[in-house]
Structure formats: structure tokens, C-alpha cells
């Protein structure tokens, strides 16, 4: 909650660059700085913007701050390998906030539902699932190795 927007006012240009990169090269349209371009039924280029608000690294910082929770709360020892699950976590996030934004440039049409109240349960409701199932799987494994 602290060092993402902080991440985010300091680097929020490159960061903002590097997620309409992730969903251009996913789709395979043409990025402008944080614009990424959609594939429209009618041939007319359409673009969309990412902005804060719909950044990966917002995600992101939410799902290490779970991880850092139920990590704490189960009373795990912290490893070289725990980390790992913490990042797998962290990276599904991104993985679904991406698939968010390139289903938004395959079907523009649909945006209103995609990125909408809809579309935005949807994907924090997958997001926080993948999380718990991720940091309960890693203090899991690491309970049994003790």
C-alpha cells in the first residue's frame, strides 16, 4: 500500500509503457506509449490507454501485501523459496490484469462489460483467489518441510 503508488509516482510513465508492451505483444497490435492498439471489426484503428488506476503494479503491490498477510499469520519462516511462491503470486496477477486489458483490445466492443463493474469483480475476485491459493500452496509446502 505504500511502495506501489510510490512505484507508481516515480516510475509511472515506464511502468505504464511496460504493461501496454505486455498486452501489444500479447495481441499483436501496435503500441504508443501506453496506448495499445485493438483489433476492430471494421478496420478503423482504435487504441486504448492504460492508466494508474488499471496498471498491473496496482495489483501487484496488493497481492505481495496478501502473500506478506497470510504468510505472517500461518507463522512461516521466511526462504529463498517462500519468496518464490510470492512472486509466482505476484506474476499471476499481472498474467490476469494483462489478459484483462488484451481482451479489451481483441473485443473493443465489449469494453463497457470487460473493464466495467462486471468485468473489474470479475478480475479481482480471480486475482485474490489465485493469491490465496498460491500463498496457502507455498506455506503448505514449506510446512511440511519442517
Same mark, same amino acid.
Given at each position: ?80 523459496? =517462500?519468496?518464490?511462491? %510470492?512472486?509466482?503470486? /505476484?506474476?499471476?496477477?499481472? @498474467?490476469?490484469? *494483462?489478459?484483462?486489458? !488484451? +481482451?479489451? &483490445? ?8 470487460? =473493464?466495467?463493474?462486471? %468485468?473489474?469483480?470479475? /478480475?479481482?475476485?480471480?486475482? @485474490?483467489?489465485? *493469491?490465496?491459493?498460491? !500463498? +496457502?500452496? &507455498? ?8
Amino acid at each position: 500500500m505504500l511502495w506501489g503508488p510510490a512505484l507508481m509516482e516515480a516510475f509511472g510513465t515506464q511502468i505504464l509503457k511496460a504493461d501496454a508492451i505486455l498486452v501489444s505483444s500479447v495481441i499483436g497490435t501496435e503500441r504508443i506509449g501506453n496506448f495499445f492498439g485493438a483489433i476492430g471489426p471494421s478496420g478503423s484503428p482504435t487504441h486504448f490507454a492504460i492508466f494508474q488506476a488499471c496498471s498491473s503494479l496496482h495489483g501487484m503491490s496488493i497481492a505481495l501485501l496478501a502473500w506478506i498477510t497470510i504468510s505472517n499469520t500461518l507463522g512461516r519462516a521466511w526462504s529463498a523459496r =517462500h519468496l518464490a511462491w %510470492g512472486l509466482l503470486a /505476484a506474476v499471476l496477477v499481472l @498474467l490476469v490484469n *494483462v489478459s484483462r486489458m !488484451s +481482451l479489451i &483490445g481483441l473485443f473493443p466492443a465489449y469494453y463497457p462489460t470487460i =473493464h466495467g463493474p462486471l %468485468g473489474n469483480e470479475i /478480475a479481482a475476485w480471480l486475482s @485474490l483467489t489465485l *493469491v490465496i491459493v498460491i !500463498s +496457502l500452496l &507455498g506455506v503448505g509446502r514449506e510446512a511440511l518441510k519442517s
